[in-house]
Protein backbone atom coordinates (compact mmCIF):
# COMPACT_ATOMS: atom_id res chain seq x y z
CA UNK A 1 0.00 0.00 0.00
CA UNK A 2 1.66 3.18 -1.16
CA UNK A 3 0.62 6.54 0.68
CA UNK A 4 1.76 10.41 -0.03
CA UNK A 5 1.16 13.64 0.30
CA UNK A 6 -1.37 15.38 -2.46
CA UNK A 7 1.17 17.02 -3.88
CA UNK A 8 1.93 18.08 -7.84
CA UNK A 9 2.97 14.69 -9.55
CA UNK A 10 6.06 15.66 -10.93
CA UNK A 11 7.45 17.07 -7.81
CA UNK A 12 6.86 13.95 -5.41
CA UNK A 13 8.08 10.48 -5.72
CA UNK A 14 8.29 9.50 -1.89
CA UNK A 15 5.73 9.34 0.61
CA UNK A 16 4.77 12.08 2.93
CA UNK A 17 6.96 15.67 3.62
CA UNK A 18 10.41 15.66 3.76
CA UNK A 19 11.78 14.36 6.90
CA UNK A 20 14.61 17.47 6.85
CA UNK A 21 14.37 21.11 6.16
CA UNK A 22 14.94 21.59 2.62
CA UNK A 23 18.24 23.99 1.31
CA UNK A 24 17.24 27.10 -0.81
CA UNK A 25 19.41 28.25 -3.10
CA UNK A 26 21.31 31.36 -1.89
CA UNK A 27 19.66 34.38 -2.01
CA UNK A 28 21.91 36.34 0.17
CA UNK A 29 19.83 35.04 2.97
CA UNK A 30 17.16 37.50 1.31
CA UNK A 31 13.32 36.25 1.46
CA UNK A 32 9.64 37.14 1.11
CA UNK A 33 6.52 35.69 2.73
CA UNK A 34 2.90 36.04 1.11
CA UNK A 35 -0.22 34.58 2.52
CA UNK A 36 -2.29 34.02 -0.33
CA UNK A 37 -6.02 34.66 0.76
CA UNK A 38 -6.99 38.28 1.99
CA UNK A 39 -3.51 39.12 1.27
CA UNK A 40 -2.79 38.48 -2.61
CA UNK A 41 -6.29 37.37 -3.22
CA UNK A 42 -8.93 39.80 -2.29
CA UNK A 43 -10.73 36.27 -1.31
CA UNK A 44 -10.63 33.24 -0.70
CA UNK A 45 -8.58 30.47 -3.19
CA UNK A 46 -10.89 27.73 -1.86
CA UNK A 47 -14.08 29.70 -3.34
CA UNK A 48 -12.55 29.61 -6.71
CA UNK A 49 -11.60 26.19 -6.48
CA UNK A 50 -14.56 25.16 -5.60
CA UNK A 51 -16.56 26.93 -8.27
CA UNK A 52 -13.98 25.13 -10.58
CA UNK A 53 -14.67 21.90 -9.15
CA UNK A 54 -18.58 22.71 -10.15
CA UNK A 55 -18.20 23.50 -13.21
CA UNK A 56 -16.17 20.29 -13.57
CA UNK A 57 -19.17 18.12 -11.93
CA UNK A 58 -17.34 17.48 -9.29
CA UNK A 59 -19.57 19.48 -6.79
CA UNK A 60 -22.99 19.84 -6.34
CA UNK A 61 -24.90 23.26 -5.95
CA UNK A 62 -26.10 22.65 -1.92
CA UNK A 63 -22.29 22.39 -1.65
CA UNK A 64 -20.91 24.99 -3.76
CA UNK A 65 -23.44 27.50 -1.95
CA UNK A 66 -21.61 26.85 0.75
CA UNK A 67 -18.58 27.20 0.22
CA UNK A 68 -19.46 31.03 -1.17
CA UNK A 69 -20.88 31.68 1.87
CA UNK A 70 -18.11 30.83 3.84
CA UNK A 71 -16.04 33.10 0.89
CA UNK A 72 -18.73 35.92 2.02
CA UNK A 73 -17.50 36.00 5.57
CA UNK A 74 -14.27 35.22 4.72
CA UNK A 75 -14.33 38.34 2.68
CA UNK A 76 -16.16 40.15 5.39
CA UNK A 77 -13.99 39.59 8.51
CA UNK A 78 -11.09 36.63 8.08
CA UNK A 79 -11.70 33.56 9.10
CA UNK A 80 -10.59 32.59 13.38
CA UNK A 81 -8.71 29.43 13.95
CA UNK A 82 -11.85 27.22 15.44
CA UNK A 83 -13.70 28.83 11.96
CA UNK A 84 -10.52 27.48 9.93
CA UNK A 85 -10.38 24.31 11.60
CA UNK A 86 -14.33 23.80 11.28
CA UNK A 87 -13.70 24.13 7.08
CA UNK A 88 -10.74 21.83 7.52
CA UNK A 89 -12.58 19.23 8.70
CA UNK A 90 -15.58 19.56 6.18
CA UNK A 91 -13.24 19.41 3.46
CA UNK A 92 -11.37 16.31 4.71
CA UNK A 93 -14.87 14.53 4.98
CA UNK A 94 -15.52 15.41 1.86
CA UNK A 95 -12.95 14.31 -0.44
CA UNK A 96 -12.43 10.76 1.61
CA UNK A 97 -12.00 8.09 -0.37
CA UNK A 98 -12.45 9.98 -3.51
CA UNK A 99 -9.52 9.67 -6.31
CA UNK A 100 -7.25 12.57 -5.68
CA UNK A 101 -6.02 12.80 -9.92
CA UNK A 102 -9.17 14.70 -10.82
CA UNK A 103 -9.04 16.59 -7.97
CA UNK A 104 -5.38 17.55 -8.84
CA UNK A 105 -6.11 18.31 -12.40
CA UNK A 106 -8.53 20.72 -11.34
CA UNK A 107 -6.07 22.69 -9.12
CA UNK A 108 -3.37 22.81 -11.77
CA UNK A 109 -5.31 24.46 -13.77
CA UNK A 110 -6.66 27.34 -12.21
CA UNK A 111 -3.11 29.06 -12.01
CA UNK A 112 -3.63 32.08 -14.50
CA UNK A 113 -7.34 32.55 -12.92
CA UNK A 114 -5.53 32.89 -9.75
CA UNK A 115 -3.11 34.90 -10.94
CA UNK A 116 -5.51 37.25 -12.76
CA UNK A 117 -7.64 37.37 -9.38
CA UNK A 118 -4.33 39.08 -7.04
CA UNK A 119 -4.94 42.52 -5.86
CA UNK A 120 -2.43 45.16 -8.17
CA UNK A 121 -0.75 46.28 -5.24
CA UNK A 122 0.01 42.77 -3.97
CA UNK A 123 1.16 41.47 -6.97
CA UNK A 124 3.17 44.82 -7.60
CA UNK A 125 4.72 43.81 -4.00
CA UNK A 126 5.40 40.65 -5.09
CA UNK A 127 7.25 41.29 -8.58
CA UNK A 128 9.78 44.21 -6.37
CA UNK A 129 10.53 41.25 -3.97
CA UNK A 130 11.37 39.02 -6.83
CA UNK A 131 13.49 42.39 -9.14
CA UNK A 132 15.22 42.52 -5.61
CA UNK A 133 16.61 38.76 -5.93
CA UNK A 134 14.42 37.60 -2.90
CA UNK A 135 13.31 34.44 -2.63
CA UNK A 136 9.89 34.75 -2.96
CA UNK A 137 6.93 32.15 -0.92
CA UNK A 138 3.20 32.14 -0.76
CA UNK A 139 1.99 30.17 2.60
CA UNK A 140 -1.06 29.10 2.63
CA UNK A 141 -3.79 27.43 4.80
CA UNK A 142 -5.44 26.11 1.21
CA UNK A 143 -4.38 22.70 -0.37
CA UNK A 144 -0.63 22.94 -1.33
CA UNK A 145 -1.56 21.61 -5.03
CA UNK A 146 -3.91 24.94 -5.32
CA UNK A 147 -0.74 27.11 -3.47
CA UNK A 148 1.84 25.66 -6.05
CA UNK A 149 -0.31 26.81 -9.03
CA UNK A 150 -0.64 30.63 -7.61
CA UNK A 151 2.70 30.20 -7.33
CA UNK A 152 3.79 29.24 -10.49
CA UNK A 153 1.49 32.00 -11.84
CA UNK A 154 2.55 34.39 -9.80
CA UNK A 155 6.75 33.70 -10.54
CA UNK A 156 7.37 32.95 -6.77
CA UNK A 157 9.74 30.41 -5.62
CA UNK A 158 8.33 27.98 -3.30
CA UNK A 159 4.29 27.40 -2.43
CA UNK A 160 3.53 26.03 1.31
CA UNK A 161 0.25 24.98 1.73
CA UNK A 162 -1.89 21.87 3.51
CA UNK A 163 -0.64 18.42 2.80
CA UNK A 164 -3.67 15.97 2.22
CA UNK A 165 -3.07 11.90 2.55
CA UNK A 166 -3.38 10.02 -0.73
CA UNK A 167 -3.38 6.20 -0.29
CA UNK A 168 -3.64 4.62 -3.59
CA UNK A 169 -4.59 7.28 -5.48
CA UNK A 170 -7.54 8.27 -3.27
CA UNK A 171 -8.00 10.72 -0.45
CA UNK A 172 -7.67 8.92 3.17
CA UNK A 173 -9.14 12.10 5.37
CA UNK A 174 -6.22 12.91 6.92
CA UNK A 175 -3.32 15.49 6.94
CA UNK A 176 0.36 14.75 6.43
CA UNK A 177 1.78 17.13 8.75
CA UNK A 178 0.38 20.16 10.50
CA UNK A 179 -2.40 21.98 9.25
CA UNK A 180 -0.92 25.00 7.52
CA UNK A 181 -2.66 27.73 9.38
CA UNK A 182 -1.41 30.00 12.92
CA UNK A 183 1.67 27.96 14.27
CA UNK A 184 1.31 25.38 12.10
CA UNK A 185 2.04 27.67 8.89
CA UNK A 186 5.14 28.35 10.68
CA UNK A 187 5.71 24.46 11.40
CA UNK A 188 5.29 23.98 7.81
CA UNK A 189 7.68 26.65 6.67
CA UNK A 190 10.50 25.64 9.45
CA UNK A 191 10.30 22.30 7.18
CA UNK A 192 10.02 23.71 3.74
CA UNK A 193 12.41 26.86 4.32
CA UNK A 194 14.63 25.29 7.09
CA UNK A 195 18.02 26.30 6.49
CA UNK A 196 16.31 30.12 5.67
CA UNK A 197 16.60 32.78 8.54
CA UNK A 198 13.25 34.12 8.98
CA UNK A 199 14.42 36.84 11.86
CA UNK A 200 16.02 38.43 7.93
CA UNK A 201 12.64 37.29 6.04
CA UNK A 202 9.80 40.25 5.34
CA UNK A 203 6.04 38.34 5.68
CA UNK A 204 2.89 39.78 4.23
CA UNK A 205 -0.17 38.60 6.12
CA UNK A 206 -4.00 39.68 6.34
CA UNK A 207 -4.66 37.78 9.41
CA UNK A 208 -4.25 37.25 13.67
CA UNK A 209 -3.47 33.80 12.62
CA UNK A 210 -0.61 34.89 11.30
CA UNK A 211 1.07 36.14 14.50
CA UNK A 212 3.16 33.60 15.08
CA UNK A 213 4.67 34.06 11.49
CA UNK A 214 4.60 37.79 11.63
CA UNK A 215 6.73 37.73 14.88
CA UNK A 216 9.15 35.53 13.75
CA UNK A 217 9.62 37.47 10.65
CA UNK A 218 11.84 40.82 10.79
CA UNK A 219 10.21 42.83 8.99
CA UNK A 220 6.47 41.79 9.53
CA UNK A 221 3.86 43.89 7.31
CA UNK A 222 0.21 43.91 7.88
CA UNK A 223 -1.95 43.83 4.61
CA UNK A 224 -5.48 44.68 4.94
CA UNK A 225 -5.59 43.21 8.32
CA UNK A 226 -8.38 42.02 10.27
CA UNK A 227 -9.02 44.25 13.04
CA UNK A 228 -7.35 42.01 15.83
CA UNK A 229 -4.38 42.28 13.73
CA UNK A 230 -4.74 45.78 13.19
CA UNK A 231 -4.44 46.44 16.74
CA UNK A 232 -1.26 44.03 16.90
CA UNK A 233 0.23 46.06 13.99
CA UNK A 234 -0.30 49.42 15.78
CA UNK A 235 1.04 47.87 19.22
CA UNK A 236 3.91 45.97 17.90
CA UNK A 237 4.49 49.40 14.88
CA UNK A 238 4.34 46.89 12.47
CA UNK A 239 3.59 48.77 8.85
CA UNK A 240 -0.15 48.35 7.73
CA UNK A 241 -1.04 48.26 4.13
CA UNK A 242 -4.06 48.68 2.55
CA UNK A 243 -5.15 47.93 -1.13
Not at 125 to 149: E, K, N, Y
Not at 194 to 211: H, N, V
Not at 223 to 243: E, I, K, M, S
Request: hydrophobic fraction near 45%.
Amino acid sequence: MSTRAFVPRDEVTTSGPPEAPTRLPDHNGRLAVFDLDRTLLPGSSLSLFGRALHRAGMVGSRRLAGYLAREAVFVRRGQGVSGAHRLLAALLADVADREAGPFLDVAEGLGDELARTARPGARWLLDRHLAAGDFCVIASASPQPLVDAAARALGAQRAVGTLAEVCEGRFTGRLVGPFCHGRGKLARLWVELGTADLSRATAYSDSMSDLPLLSAAGRPVAVNPDRRLRRAAHTNGWPVLTF
